[in-house]
């Protein structure tokens, strides 16, 4: 079946340490997402990229970065400069035309020991 | 993108159908009505859009005002696996640069009551 998978489900990083939130889609979708969401709020844009070897920050793209080497790829590294990393990750792709929807993966949820 | 207004919670019971309504009234005229849904610590999952026509698929139909000002999604036959936040989301279509972000509020939490 195609989709978006996540992973790990569950990440949990000590203070100070990177860690890289893996992401891949089957759906031959040019355009990929993250998102952040923290408990009782809607989601916030990340980083964005419409085609391979290009990606655009979002609303809070402090603290993080990307990289888009394969079309079906799109991995988000949580740096140590990210002050506030405990949230609920998601990854979304679409077609990268008009009117497409996005769909998302099922999360990796990070926290910070 | 324009603002919309959901209220917080909503009931239904189960085997009725699911009416939720959301406003948006500072739509424009190149602005699509999106709808996505999301379960307990799960991604959102997309449900249905539209720009003025009704709309239905498998999973949902969606009313849209002939003034564009306000939509409604109904789940015909609302199960258990239903209840959920459900977000209304009003987005520019870009057609020559594709999707940008999606901006979600705070969605209304439909519960199915057995």
């Known amino acids: 079946d195609g989709g978006i998978t996540q992973s790990p489900k569950y990440l949990f990083r000590k203070e100070g340490q990177n860690v890289t939130l893996s992401c891949e889609q089957n759906?031959?979708?040019?355009?990929m997402y993250w998102y952040r969401q923290d408990p009782g709020q809607g989601l916030r844009l990340i980083y964005y990229?419409?085609?391979?070897?290009?990606?655009q920050k979002g609303d809070i793209a402090e603290g993080y970065s990307v990289s888009r080497e394969k079309k079906e790829s799109f991995p988000l590294t949580v740096t140590s400069a990210q002050k506030n990393p405990t949230a609920f990750y998601l990854c979304?792709?679409?077609?990268?035309?008009?009117?497409?929807?996005?769909?998302f993966g099922d999360g990796t949820r990070l926290s910070i020991l | 993108d324009a603002k919309t207004t959901q209220p917080p919670s909503m009931d239904c019971a189960e085997g009725r159908a699911a009416n939720l309504p959301c406003n948006h009234s500072t739509i424009s005229g190149n602005e699509y009505v999106y709808w996505y849904r999301q379960i307990h610590s799960q991604g959102p999952q997309y449900i249905i859009h539209g720009l003025k026509n009704n709309e239905t698929n498998e999973m949902a139909s969606l009313i849209i005002t002939e003034d564009r000002k306000s939509s409604t999604l109904i789940l015909p036959h609302a199960t258990l696996r239903d209840t959920a936040v459900y977000y209304c989301i009003v987005r520019v279509s870009r057609s020559n640069f594709g999707n940008e972000k999606l901006t979600f509020g705070t969605g209304t939490r439909l519960t199915i009551i057995p």
């Open positions: 979304a792709s679409s077609i990268n035309t008009g009117v497409q929807p996005q769909h």
């Open positions: 990229s419409q085609i391979v070897n290009d990606f």
């Open positions: 759906l031959n979708h040019d355009a």
